[in-house]
């Protein structure tokens, strides 16, 4: 669990940690919407710096923000050999025989990879200083409007909370089961390409089955709880918002509201 950052809670006292979920939910949807507003690489500027003042509020390492990153550089780069062999507009940036590199695949690849990026950090810094219970109780709050609707918001906040506290058990699971599988012989690096793909089925097959036990197991246990989604609630815990909360709100929207200008008027 050292290794891993995104879905881990990390128990500090900080101003970020201490802040209403519902509050940072919002700052990370507005966040997200600034994100592909097509502002340019300035327009990344502020979001970077929101960014880097939320780890410091938070008492969080940029290094532990980066190892979030980690499981996700293997489809960047493969992404980005696929825009430079598929992208053949722009200025033309290198050629080698049939080999060639155009300045909107370089571009592209990069706008994709710091989008991918920002998303992952600012999700690692929800996660890690909010208690998996205080997300479930904010998600469920501001999805309540849309019960009216017909929207069951306590079993979706419920399935997305159960889903991210996860994310660090599944993937220390598959380090275990990899760890165990190399010990038996099995070389998940080393090969040709038909041992390799034998070599992850003998890891995905395991990983299916410790998931769907964990799944079952995580049943029993909310039903001899006599856990029901469909009852009436009470909360110990009420949620109330402070003036922290509505700052990071603020400036939020202000960043979104900067980059629908940069967008607007093209700098």
């Known amino acids: 669990m050292r290794n891993i950052a995104l879905g881990r809670y990390m128990p500090l006292k900080s101003i970020v940690n201490d802040m209403d979920p519902r509050a940072k939910l919002v700052i990370l949807f507005v966040l997200m919407i600034a994100i592909f507003i097509p502002a340019g690489f300035w327009g990344y500027l502020p979001i970077a710096l929101f960014i880097l003042a939320a780890l ?3 008492k969080l390492s940029i290094s532990f923000a980066m190892r979030s990153v980690k499981p996700m550089l293997f489809m960047m780069f493969f992404l980005t050999v696929i825009n430079v062999l598929v992208v053949k507009t722009g200025v033309l940036w290198f050629q080698l025989g049939w080999f060639t590199i155009y300045s909107d ?13 920002l998303m992952i950090i ?41 889903a991210l506290r996860f ?18 012989g099995v070389d998940l690096e080393n090969g040709t390409l038909k041992e390799k793909i034998t070599a992850v089925l003998a890891l995905i097959v395991p990983l299916f089955v410790s998931a769907f036990d964990r799944a079952d ?50 700098l």
């Open 56 to 58: 410091k509020l938070s």
């Open 105 to 117: 695949a370089v571009i592209q690849t990069a706008y994709i990879i710091i989008r991918l990026t």
């Open 122 to 162: 600012l999700t690692t810094i929800l996660t890690a200083t909010t208690k998996p219970l205080d997300l479930t109780l904010g998600i469920e709050k501001l999805l309540k409007p849309l019960e009216a609707v017909g929207v069951p918001a306590h079993i979706v906040a419920m399935m997305i909370s159960i």
């Open 167 to 184: 994310i660090p058990t599944l993937i220390e699971e598959t380090q275990r089961i990899m760890n165990a599988q190399a010990s038996r």
């Open 217 to 266: 197991q995580l049943a029993n246990a909310m039903e001899a709880r006599g856990y029901d989604p469909n009852k009436t609630r009470t909360r110990y815990k009420t949620l109330k918002m402070a003036n922290a909360d509505y700052a990071g709100m603020f400036l939020a929207v202000a960043v979104l509201l900067l980059n629908i200008v940069l967008w607007k008027t093209g």
